[in-house]
């Protein structure tokens, strides 16, 4: 599921984003992409036990200790913990399950994508919206997506 279209979908219908391993450090990379996402429009749910607070969010210890409906879960973790969180993402009804840049876990897709949840994998959510909104070519970066066209709202 990281075809462009499947993607601008995702990221256009989709704004509440649990992030699972959001570290209060601006210089991790989990914390970058949480600032960019609450700055385009996202709702940003962080989750990490050792934080009761992360860029002015209220931080949960874990999935299911959130009191609202969760549209994405992003995952910054490494590819031997996906499971239980992906476990986690599936009791909470998520719509979808993002893996990082250099996180696959094919296993636990499957999983997923049986409970019915998209699954995003190896990919970056900030790059990936800056790419296919906008936020890239700004700065002079090839995206890679040519076209004259706005993007086409989606409908579920």
């Not at 989750?47 to 200790?65: F, M, R, T």
């Not at 995952?75 to 476990?87: G, S, T």
């Not at 599936?90 to 250099?102: D, N, P, R, S, T």
């Not at 999983?111 to 998209?118: I, K, Q, S, T, V």
Request: aromatic share 8%; net charge positive.
């Amino acid at each position: 599921m990281n075809d462009i279209n499947t993607l601008r979908r995702i990221l256009t219908l989709y704004k509440r984003v649990a992030v699972v391993g959001l570290s209060a450090d601006w210089s991790r990379p989990s914390n970058f992409a949480a600032k960019y996402l609450l700055e385009h429009g996202f709702e940003v749910i962080p989750v990490n036990p050792k934080y009761k607070e992360i860029l002015g969010q209220k931080c949960y210890p874990d999935l299911a200790s959130i009191p609202t409906p969760v549209d994405i879960v992003d995952l910054f973790q490494r590819a031997e913990r996906v499971p239980p969180f992906v476990d986690g993402a599936i009791k909470i009804k998520a719509a979808v399950v993002w893996m990082q840049l250099g996180i696959v876990h094919t296993e636990a897709a499957e999983d997923a994508h049986a409970a019915g949840l998209e699954v995003v994998m190896d990919r970056c959510i900030k790059i990936e919206y800056a790419r296919l909104f906008g936020g890239l070519n700004t700065a002079g970066v090839n995206t890679g997506v040519i076209s004259a066209r706005r993007p086409a709202v989606f409908n579920r």
